[in-house]
C-alpha cells in the first residue's frame, strides 16, 4: 500500500533522534523527550529529517496526522532551543518573588500564595511584576503559565491580577449613581 500523506520535519543541528516503531526519542543541549504515538501512523528519519507517513485519507488518520506532525516538531524546539511564556502582574501591592526553586505570589490574599515549579520548568522573576516560565516542553510551560494565572485571574473591572504578555483584557464599567 502506497502512502498517501507525507510531512516532513527539519532536525535542527545538534539534536539527536532514536526512532522506534512509533516510540520517538529526542535529545538536544536542552534536555531530552520521549513520546509514544499512534500505530496508525508511520514515523521514518530520512537523511536529516523526521517523516510522518498515514496509510489512508480517513478523517482521523488526517487529523493525527498533523498533531503527531507537530507534536514532534515541538519536541524538536523544545530540545534545541526551548519554550518560554511570559506572565504580568498588575495591581498596587501585586508582586512577584522567587526563593531557591518556590515563586512566592503576593497577590492581594491573605497570605502570600507558594508555588513549587516542577522538574524541567525554570520560573525566572526579571522584575516584580514578570514572571517567565521557561522549559523545553511546550504543553508542561503553557500549563505551568497557566496554573501561575489561576492564582489571580485578571479582572475586567480594575484590571488587577496575572496575565499573559500582549493578552488584552476588555475593561468593564461598573456601577454608575444615579
Known amino acids: 500500500m502506497s502512502r498517501i500523506g507525507r510531512s516532513p520535519v527539519d532536525i535542527p543541528s545538534g539534536v539527536e533522534v532514536e526512532i522506534n516503531g512509533s516510540f520517538v526519542k529526542v535529545k538536544g ?23 510522518v507517513k498515514r496509510n489512508s485519507e480517513d478523517k482521523y488518520d488526517r487529523a493525527l496526522h498533523g498533531l503527531t506532525r507537530t507534536l514532534i516538531a515541538n519536541m524538536l524546539t523544545g530540545v534545541s532551543q526551548g519554550f ?18 518556590i515563586l512566592e505570589l503576593r497577590v492581594g490574599h491573605s497570605h502570600p500564595v507558594l508555588f513549587a515549579a516542577p522538574d524541567g520548568i525554570e520560573i525566572e522573576v526579571p522584575v516584580p511584576t514578570k514572571i517567565l516560565v521557561k522549559g523545553r516542553d511546550k504543553q508542561m510551560v503553557g500549563n505551568v503559565a497557566a ?8 479582572e475586567p473591572y480594575k484590571r488587577k491580577g496575572i496575565k499573559y504578555q500582549g493578552e488584552h483584557i476588555r475593561h468593564k464599567a461598573g456601577k454608575t449613581a444615579k
Do not use: M
Open 147 to 154: 496554573k501561575i494565572r489561576d492564582f489571580k485571574k485578571p
Open 84 to 101: 518560554q511564556k511570559e506572565l504580568e502582574i498588575s495591581g498596587v501591592g501585586y508582586r512577584a518573588q522567587k526563593k531557591g526553586n
Open 29 to 51: 543541549p536542552k534536555g531530552e523527550l520521549a513520546t509514544r504515538f499512534s500505530e496508525r501512523l508511520t514515523i521514518d528519519k530520512e537523511n536529516n529529517q523526521i517523516v
